[in-house]
């Protein structure tokens, strides 16, 4: 049954007259490499700038400084 399986057949056990099981052959997952973007997104100049980055804390913190009073 394993061999037939290998070979790429869909090998159905069954008990009783009755299909419980289906062995087929495994087929490993395609796995995209690290990286595969890389090139492909566009940021702005300032992306890493004091005010983005000041920008940023606002928005997240803000939450926060409501939350305290």
Do not use: C, F, H
């Amino acid at each position: 049954m394993i061999v037939a399986a290998e070979q790429g057949e869909e090998v159905v056990i069954a008990r009783n007259g009755q299909p419980v099981a289906k062995l087929i052959k495994y087929t490993p997952p395609k796995v995209q490499p690290p990286g595969i973007s890389k090139n492909q997104i566009a940021y702005s100049d300032d992306w890493d700038s004091p005010e983005t980055n000041a920008e940023i804390e606002l928005l997240l913190t803000a939450n926060d400084n409501a939350s305290a009073t």
